[in-house]
């Protein structure tokens, strides 16, 4: 399940209050080791074929952080100027600029959570606060929860619950329902998922699935592997 499927990111660097991963201080050569380890979809397996050998191509034409990947293939027009550059081939180019921005994924949308309340979610949107990322930067602190719960007439733990939600959803590919499912096992913050022991929360979250039925995809526990190691990895920004 893609929204299961987190990634397994290391050395990641924040700047006080960024929500994304800082793709310049991401190598190119952790991008590298990171497809190696994934067990990808069939749309994406190009990625592993000839791995070191065009990684090295990109490597020769100055390429040596993810943001400068996203940068030469953000465009069509960029991408098959690259291809025409590099030899490689442009169906191989689209899909690792794919995986590429999907490090850095568009935040979930706080209406899509289950189990949220439309009322709440509709007073923080009067606010410019419709997702996981506005969230984030609206409640970094205690006191910035206070005050926004105030402005949106939303009480202060469900504000919380949704706060902590939008935090776990920062690892990557956690979509409304998997950030819903994690916090319900027991999951409340980024801290407590990198405790996590891949094997045990994998257990809690089948149980919590069969209990609620929040979903019928499928997730494994290299999955939440993913998830965990990501979690390790990033900066504990949320003030709780």
Avoid: W
């Amino acid at each position: 399940m893609l929204e299961a499927h987190c990634s397994q990111i290391r050395g990641m660097s924040y700047m006080a209050g960024q929500y994304h991963l800082d793709t310049g201080q991401y190598s190119l050569d952790k991008f590298r080791r990171l497809i190696e380890s994934q067990e990808l979809s069939p749309g994406r397996r190009i990625l592993k074929e000839k791995l070191q050998e065009r990684f090295s191509v990109l490597e020769s034409l100055g390429i040596s952080n993810l943001g400068m990947l996203i940068d030469r293939l953000k465009t069509a027009d960029r991408l098959k100027k690259f291809a025409a550059e590099s030899g490689l081939p442009v169906d191989y180019l689209t899909v690792l600029s794919r995986h590429a921005r999907s490090l850095t994924p568009m935040p979930l949308s706080l209406k899509d959570i289950p189990g949220v309340d439309p009322a709440y979610v509709n007073g923080l949107a009067a606010l410019g606060v419709k997702n996981a990322k506005q969230l984030f930067e609206r409640s970094v602190t205690p006191a910035d929860r206070a005050a926004l719960s105030s402005q949106a007439n939303v009480p202060g733990k469900v504000l919380l619950e949704l706060v902590r939600m939008s935090d776990i959803a920062r690892v990557g590919y956690v979509g409304p329902i998997f950030a819903r499912l994690m916090y319900e096992a027991g999951v409340d913050s980024l801290k407590t998922l990198a405790a996590n022991q891949p094997e045990d929360l994998y257990a809690r979250l089948v149980a919590v699935n069969s209990r609620l039925k929040l979903t019928k995809g499928s997730f494994t526990v290299r999955d939440v592997a993913y998830c965990v190691e990501a979690a390790k990895e990033h900066t504990q920004i949320i003030e709780y």
